[in-house]
């Protein structure tokens, strides 16, 4: 190949290469003090000294980054795209040490010029554009995809504010603050003010009636797409992938006309529209609003990724019929379902192509992922709306309609209320576009993302298109995530017992996590148990001292750590366990002295956001917390059981939780909880699991045994019945579960403070309990009495534990992407050599 430019060696010789030893390291921070930052080593705090490590870690991602982009350009492999609306990241500069394979150097060089890692550590800020386990699991997928070298590229939204900052009144009750994670200026990220797209809102679209089916879509508003770039380094490789977050700018600074006729507020106005579209994320996790803004995030988002990848498309010179050859979509939910008529909008209106030709290319670009069944977050938008906002996807979504109900009445004649169950149009008023409907017919394939769940969607929400399209068609790739993360960072002591143990290089079983079996022997060793234990029990002592030092509070760390920890949610139940532990409260003040001696003492953490219009969830909250205050005061029982309830739940906050958790709690009702992600973390780290048959939990007992996991409650099919029974045959609450009545009544009677406050929460137990508390209650406190049981048996529970993390193999990341790149996306590889 000819050098492009210039005299080569001159280039050569500027070239910088990756700092892999100490002195380099140190010597790249030092110049990054002084001339990015402006200080010196007088002046130098522990965020300037974490701004000097991220930005010389970046200077080595970037090395990696250019490499891999470079290579992926020269090769021109089959690219697979993920587009999320939420990628949780959380902090980045840990992550990126350990992923390069240079953690212990840099650890050597901070110190080397006065620093710690760990207070650098703790400068960073979580990127949190995300509401919990859809956007963690986007995260984890980057993760893999870099580290098999597999060429995908995320696209998602640079959010100004991510998830809100929660702070808990002394009241109790969940307040809501801005995240303003963008104030200290973000080292991870590559402004690409020369990358921007335009992107229309509003205005007409007019049909062009030639026969052609085009339409010409005018006037409006026009709002730029400025792509900010994220560097994913793979795990022991030089694999960098890139992340492309979008951010909204006015196309026109203001209007000059209003500023000059001295109307300055309309002069900004247009332009405070356009940055608003991606000022904030949307804090709510399973539920589906309608709100105008939220749509025009879902197309802006949608319309720059889709001319990004055409433009890079289009620089092959291939013909556009081939372009499924070279793109795989995948879309994260039905968030980017718009991506289906905006293809369709390029192709027919831009590129001159017909309706089928571009059909096809369509349903051959795009990858469905269905993450829940619960009916309030399926996605619909009103058509008025979309009319509104995008004229010409609403004509587009009816054609794809009309199209597509005349196949199904082929196949199906006289068969209406199939057509109306089916339909993409929901009949009401307004009208409303089921966005599900149209992922699925746009798609070459639909997953869900646990079996019973993929089973589910087959079964329920998507029955007549299985029936329709054939069960080819839909799939399952139970989710997974990534060691890397969950196991050697956040947990280091572990993850080095582990490799000390296999006798294995951590840069091995970490990419084959399945390598843990080895460590199933070892169950029955001794010394090694009590290594095991140890290494537990340090990690409860860090998750106590992080406690005192955030909140101020003492936590005894000789008890059992129980761990509930995700969004709160009426179907997740974080009610059913803090209506049992104000059972066990009950319970221990009836005993006497003697008898309580010989209790399992427990520690029980929650921890989660409630979306802020969630009413009844953020009075779960209350309760929590005024529980806590009454419980952690009570002389009788301070010693045997103690509650906590940690604001401001993040993925950071998790690092510090999940490995010091002896049981974690994942209660859901059955069939509600899609997969769930943070059972696996915890698993990994020799968390035991309490559970629910729901999700991935029932893979997890799977694997590591049902001896192993602590399982209660209704199954899937009885599910149904019971709310039926509920509804029409309802049994009073005393008389069908005493037990958990008298819970009630204790809170009601004002035990935990004002109990009126409640009365709405206890009212959705006590009439309708469409989540079946009453149902399962009994069944949960057997299950937390076996439980007890079983950790008395103290050799035994590390047993337990020992064998729970040998058995996670299949719960990795990097299984999972495997997954999507061989049977759905259809990418390989691509290695990139190591910059020297
Ligand atoms: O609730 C599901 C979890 O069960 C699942 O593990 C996760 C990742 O697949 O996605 C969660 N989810 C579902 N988040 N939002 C939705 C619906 O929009």
């Known amino acids: 190949e000819q050098w492009p430019k210039g005299d080569e060696k001159v280039w050569r010789a500027g070239t910088r290469g990756l700092d892999t030893d100490v002195p380099s390291i140190t010597k790249t921070f030092v110049n990054h003090v002084q001339t990015s930052l402006a200080r010196q080593a007088y002046n130098l705090d522990n965020l300037g000294a974490y701004q000097a490590a991220a930005l010389s870690v970046r200077d ?32 980045t500069l840990d992550n990126a040490m350990l992923n390069l394979g240079l953690k212990d150097k840099y650890v050597e060089g901070v110190k080397k010029l006065g620093f710690s890692i760990e207070d650098i550590l703790e400068q960073e800020r979580d990127a949190a554009l995300g509401n919990g386990g859809l956007g963690r699991l986007a995260a984890c997928y980057l993760d893999s995809s870099a580290s098999q070298e597999l060429p995908v590229w995320g696209y998602g939204l640079r959010y100004k504010y991510g998830i809100f900052q929660q702070l808990i009144s002394p009241e109790g009750n969940q307040l ?56 994913i380094p793979g795990y022991n490789t030089p694999t960098t992938n890139n992340l492309r977050l979008w951010e909204s700018k006015p196309k026109r600074g203001f209007d000059l006309n209003s500023f000059n006729a001295g109307d300055y507020e309309h002069a900004v106005e247009s332009s405070n529209s356009a940055a608003a579209i991606t000022s904030v994320l949307y804090p709510n996790d399973h539920t589906s609003f309608g709100k105008e803004l939220r749509l025009k995030q879902q197309y802006f988002w949608t319309a720059a990724s889709l001319q990004d990848i055409i433009r890079r498309f289009k620089n092959l010179g291939k013909p556009i019929t081939e372009f499924p050859d070279y793109a795989a979509i995948q879309l994260n939910d039905t968030h980017p ?46 058509v008025p709306l979309i009319e509104h906002v995008l004229p010409r996807h609403m004509q587009i979504i009816y054609d794809i309609n009309l199209f597509f109900l005349q196949a199904v009445e082929k196949k199906f004649p006289d068969d209406r209320d199939r057509l109306s169950r089916m339909s993409l149009i929901e009949e009401g008023q307004p009208k409303q576009v089921r966005m599900a409907h149209l992922a699925c017919i746009g798609s070459r394939k639909v997953n869900g993302v646990a079996e019973l769940h993929s089973d589910l969607v087959q079964t329920t929400i998507l029955k007549d298109f299985v029936e329709f399209e054939g069960v080819s068609k839909f799939g399952n790739v139970t989710n997974g995530i990534t060691p890397r993360r969950w196991l050697d960072q956040c947990n280091p002591e572990l993850s080095a017992l582990i490799s000390k143990t296999l006798k294995l290089d951590k840069n091995v079983w970490l990419k084959d996590l399945t390598k843990l079996e080895g460590l199933l022997p070892f169950a029955e060793d001794k010394k090694f148990r009590t290594e095991w234990a140890a290494i537990k029990q340090r990690n409860k002592e860090r998750l106590a001292h992080h406690v005192q030092t955030t909140l101020g509070l003492t936590v005894r760390t000789d008890a059992m750590y129980d761990v509930q920890i995700k969004r709160l ?43 802020p219009a969630y009413y009844i969830a953020k009075l779960t909250i209350r309760l929590i917390v005024n529980v806590a205050r009454v419980i952690n005061a009570d002389p009788d029982t301070k010693d045997f059981l103690q509650l906590y309830f940690l604001p401001d739940y993040s993925v950071s906050l998790a690092e510090v939780l999940i490995p010091a958790s002896d049981i974690s709690q994942h209660i859901s009702t059955a069939g509600t909880e899609a997969s769930g992600t943070s059972n696996m973390k915890f698993c990994l780290n020799g968390g035991l699991l309490l559970g629910t048959v729901d999700g991935a939990n029932i893979e997890i007992a799977e694997e590591v045994g049902e001896s192993n996991v602590f399982f209660f409650g209704h199954l899937t099919p009885a599910v149904e019945d019971l709310r039926h029974q509920h509804l029409y045959h309802p049994v009073p609450i005393e008389e069908k579960c005493p037990a958990l009545a008298n819970v009630l009544n204790e ?89 020297k």
């Open 176 to 231: 809501e603050a801005p995240d303003p994670w963008l104030d200290n200026q973000n080292p991870w990220e590559l402004p690409r003010l020369d990358v921007s797209y335009e992107v229309r809102f509003y205005g007409s679209a007019d049909r062009l009636n030639d026969g052609s089916g085009r339409s010409n879509w005018h006037g409006g508003q026009e709002v730029l797409a400025v792509a900010y770039d994220v560097m």
């Open 569 to 611: 949610h009426e179907y997740k139940r974080q009610t059913l366990n803090i209506l049992g532990v104000i059972h066990r409260y009950l319970t221990l003040k009836a005993m006497t002295t003697a008898e309580r001696a010989k209790t399992n003492r427990r520690v029980v953490f929650f921890a989660g956001k409630a979306a």
């Open 337 to 382: 379902t718009l991506a289906i008529p905006e293809l369709m909008r390029v192709l027919i209106d831009d590129e001159d192509l017909d309706w089928g030709t571009a059909w096809q290319i369509v349903t051959n670009t795009f990858f469905y992922t269905n993450h829940t069944v619960l009916p309030e977050a399926l996605e619909k938008w009103p």
């Open 60 to 91: 080595n991602l970037l090395v990696n980054w250019n490499e891999t982009q470079m290579n992926y350009t020269r090769k021109a492999p089959k690219r697979a795209y993920y587009l999320s609306l939420e990628f949780l990241m959380g902090r």
């Open 747 to 835: 809170v009601s009677k004002g035990l935990f403070g004002d109990g009126g406050v409640y009365e709405p929460l206890l009212n959705t137990v006590r009439h309708g309990d469409y989540y079946l508390l009453t149902d399962d209650f009994d069944s949960y406190i057997a299950a937390l009495a076996m439980v007890d049981e079983a950790y008395l048996d103290t050799e035994e529970w590390i047993k337990k534990s020992i064998r729970t993390t040998a058995k996670m193999g299949k719960f990795s990341s990097d299984r999972a992407i495997l997954e999507y790149a061989e049977s759905y996306w259809n990418i390989e590889a691509i290695p990139v050599a190591a910059a």
